[in-house]
């Protein structure tokens, strides 16, 4: 991945619970604030679909071919959507009850695995579930065995 996608996997990092602040039950309110965040912040074209489809599936949805705005993607943008999708997945569930327990994060590959070693972690209990189902997606996009 490129210096761009590293970008938009921190802006979505960022923006990924706008969701809980805003009422998506709502959508009209929720693009408003998207719209803004994009125009305030220049997004180009690409980076606006790349945002909004890592920030869908980033919990619980996975594309479906009804979902037009991933599927206008090309092959590699859906991709590198899935990837940054995946990887933001992980990051929330090692801080499922938010409370940012996880400091100093290092991921190691072990053959075809990964393996995320981390430092001054507390319990993480709730943590360790999330990622358990987590996994699985990460392991269709990545083809990684486990964490």
Not at 27 to 38: E, G, K, N, R, S
Not at 42 to 58: E, K, L, S
């Amino acid at each position: 991945m490129t210096d761009t996608h590293r970008l938009y996997l921190e802006v979505a990092a960022l923006l990924h619970d706008i969701g809980s602040v805003i009422s998506f039950a709502q959508p009209p309110q929720a693009q408003l604030l998207f719209d803004i965040l994009v125009g305030t912040l220049r997004f180009t074209q690409a980076g606006v679909g790349a945002y909004r489809n890592i920030a869908r599936y980033h919990r619980r949805t996975l594309p479906q071919h009804s979902h037009p705005s991933f599927f206008s993607l090309n092959r590699d943008e859906r991709m590198i959507v899935s990837k940054l999708a995946a990887i933001l997945r992980v990051a929330n569930a090692l801080d499922k009850d938010q409370l940012q327990k996880v400091m100093d994060l290092k991921i190691r590959r072990e053959g075809d695995r990964i393996a995320l070693i981390g430092q001054n972690v507390s319990d993480l209990a709730m943590g360790k579930l999330a990622l358990a189902a987590e996994a699985i997606v990460f392991t269709e996009i990545f083809g990684k065995k486990s964490f």
